[in-house]
């Protein structure tokens, strides 16, 4: 099969490719394909797979010719591919396809395909990493977010709530009129756990009311919801409880870390974990740091389809981290049109930096073993907690083992980049001094 292929080049990415296969190549196909009609079709009147090609030919006419588009434009686009030695990224996208057994096919196919990456100089680069000293205040901060987590409620008798307390709430909802008439009942007897924090006491207008209010005691207000509308709360307060801490002592080292016996120890352990810490930040961040400069280095075009995937896929994980945190996406008051542009700025540096890693595995001859994604899958099912097993399973459905082989192959590539970095340590300023 002897196709004509005319290429125009849109971009370093985006391909125009104009096809024209002889006639004689379209019938010969088409031969073929009326054969195996014929063989695998019922026709009444003749036994299975001995229907003779005359009577396939009439019969199956429409059949062929979905058959013959099915088989010859991939197979076409496929040699065009390997021709031009060209990976395929999308695509392709056919228009004015001309297929007959009496004229020569013709198609135009527009791709988009990998670019031809030549990474240089990605041994021996220079980098600097920066490591950040651990602080009295981060120690600090550690134990008192291990007093919070270790503190207990205590119930509050003989005052009302005030900021630092925390209290139970049956809220009844409606939304109202400018004369105060309910127009639609929003949530009725909903009970809710409210932290008087400072925050929630300064920024939260139903904090606020809630302050100053009794175990027992009812309270009616209203407040201005989302576009102008007015919600009337009716709040019964079912209890008013105090946060106590425990006391920093020997004991309280002994509750929280099994392997220290004093509070001294407790302070050690948190500074040994908090520089371990400080150290994988630091490596994280030199891994960036070179990826970075050789994402700079290399400014190729990349695939505008793999892009726009990439960036949907990021704003969908932004979408669901914000509705784990409350927040419902569609009301939230932030720039989408902003947030989307950045997205797809950020989503074409990771393509170009997965395609510089992979064309350094490829020169590198990086493999990964079945060691190394088994390795990786018990990883995920730590994470997950799902048994090893469950996860291969779900990863196979998903298509994710290939993902997973990618991902890994990319990792021992920057591995090799960050090996042979030429790397200057230096002390980072401290955080929250």
């Known amino acids: 099969m002897t196709p004509k292929v005319e290429v125009r080049d849109l971009s370093e990415c985006r391909k125009e490719l104009f096809i024209e296969l002889p006639v004689e190549d379209v019938r010969r196909e088409l031969e073929r394909i009326y054969g195996d009609l014929a063989r695998r079709l019922t026709v009444p009147g003749f036994r299975p797979g001995r229907v003779p090609l ?57 791709i988009e395909v990998f670019p031809h990456v030549d990474v240089r100089a990605y041994r021996g680069r220079r980098a600097v990493k920066r490591i950040r000293p651990v602080t009295e205040s981060e120690i ?30 049956r809220v009844t909802a409606e939304e109202v009129d400018e004369r105060g008439a309910p127009l639609r009942r929003v949530f009725e007897q909903q009970e809710m756990t409210l932290e008087l924090t400072p925050e929630e006491a300064e920024g939260d207008p139903f904090a606020r009311e809630i302050i100053g ?44 870390n099994q392997r220290a016996e004093t509070l001294e120890e407790l302070r050690e352990l948190i ?30 075009e990349v695939p505008p389809t793999l892009v726009e995937h990439v960036a949907r896929e990021r704003m969908r994980r932004f979408a669901r981290a914000l509705a784990r945190s409350g927040t419902e996406p569609a009301s939230a008051s932030l720039d989408w049109e902003q947030i989307a542009r950045r997205g797809v700025e950020e989503a074409a540096r990771d393509v170009r930096a997965m395609l510089i890693l992979d064309r350094i595995a490829e020169q590198e001859g990086i493999e990964v073993s079945e060691a190394e994604i088994e390795a990786e899958i018990a990883r995920r099912a730590a994470q997950w907690q799902m048994s090893p097993s469950a996860v291969r399973s779900r990863l196979t459905t998903e298509g994710g ?22 790397v200057e340590t230096e002390e980072a300023p401290p955080q929250g001094e």
């Open 54 to 110: 005359s009577v396939a030919r009439q019969r199956f006419k429409r059949e062929a010719r979905e058959e013959l588009q099915r088989r010859l434009v991939p197979l076409l686009i496929e040699q065009a591919l390997s021709t031009h030695r060209w990976r395929l990224a999308a695509g392709p996208e056919v228009t004015d396809l001309v297929l007959s057994e009496t004229e020569p096919l013709r198609m135009r196919a527009r």
């Open 140 to 169: 600090r901060r550690v134990l008192e977010r291990l007093r919070e987590a270790h503190s207990v409620l205590v119930p509050v008798e003989g005052r009302a709530a005030a900021v630092g307390d925390v209290v139970t709430l």
């Open 213 to 256: 209010c009794a175990a027992g005691q009812e309270k009616t207000f209203l407040l201005a919801g989302d576009s102008g509308r007015r919600i009337r709360y009716v709040v019964f307060v079912n209890d008013v409880r105090r946060k106590e801490v425990p006391e920093l002592d020997d004991e309280f080292a002994q509750t929280v």
């Open 271 to 300: 500074r040994q974990e908090l520089e371990r810490r400080h150290a994988e930040e630091a490596e994280a961040e030199l891994r960036e740091q070179l990826l970075d400069q050789l994402v700079r280095e290399h400014p190729f």
């Open 401 to 422: 083992l290939d993902t997973i082989r990618n991902e890994i192959r990319r990792r021992k590539a920057l591995d090799i980049v960050v090996a042979s970095a030429e």
